[in-house]
């Protein structure tokens, strides 16, 4: 995938290790974008959220014009880097 939506509070593995994980499988040079998408919005779980590599942080519920920016951000950062490459 180029962008995963990941929630935080998951059974098991929570976002910020599969996070962590995501960034350390990443193969071929490739950067994926990770978005959080969690019912967490304090700022200690952004802060934590960055330090696990997470390139943007939304907070349930969220707006659909707010997720498109986030994913339009993403694509036009992809398509600069791809141009760049």
Not at 50 to 61: I, M
Not at 78 to 83: I, L, N
Request: charged share 30%; glycine share 10%.
């Amino acid at each position: 995938p180029d962008i995963v939506l990941l929630d935080l509070g998951m059974p098991k593995m929570d976002g910020y290790e599969a996070a962590r994980q995501l960034r350390l499988r990443s193969t071929e040079g490739r950067r994926l974008t990770l978005i959080a998408l969690t019912g967490w919005g304090q700022q200690q779980d952004r802060d934590r959220t960055a330090d696990a590599g997470f390139d943007e942080h939304l907070v349930k519920p969220v707006a659909e014009a707010q997720l498109f920016k986030a994913l339009a951000a993403a694509a036009g950062k992809r398509k600069t880097e791809a141009q760049a490459g």
